[in-house]
């Protein structure tokens, strides 16, 4: 995959987290607070907690961190499957924020 390639379907990735946020604020009263700075989204929960999403543009990666830990994405071409083959982009996301935000989240392309 090209940078240019990598870069539009990172950015389509970002923007579907940022609208994710914005579904579940409008439908819900999670308050998931969604701050994003260049190449990175930090979601906020109301405990505190956080989940970082940042883009790794010299591997073509996309990192999520979480309480549970960190987890490294690349696009197959279809979607944004885990390096360690821990499933993904947003299966995981949804699962983490549902977690950290202590009620069912919904995260998706």
């Known amino acids: 995959m090209t940078d240019p ?6 950015e389509a990735l970002l923007r579907a987290v940022e609208a994710s946020c914005d579904r579940i604020n409008d439908a ?11 190449g990175m989204v930090t979601l906020t929960f109301r ?3 956080q989940i970082i999403v940042n883009l790794q ?16 994405y690349r696009f197959d071409g279809t979607r944004w499957m885990d390096t360690k083959g ?4 947003f299966e995981n996301l949804t699962l983490q924020a549902s977690h950290q935000g202590g009620q069912p989240l919904t995260f998706s392309a």
């Open 57 to 72: 543009k010299p591997l073509q990666e996309v990192w999520l961190a979480a309480k549970a830990g960190g987890f490294h």
């Open 28 to 38: 819900t009263d999670a308050d998931v607070d969604s701050q994003r700075v260049g």
């Open 86 to 89: 821990q499933g993904e982009f």
């Open 47 to 49: 405990n505190g907690s």
């Open 5 to 10: 390639e990598y870069m539009d379907h990172a």
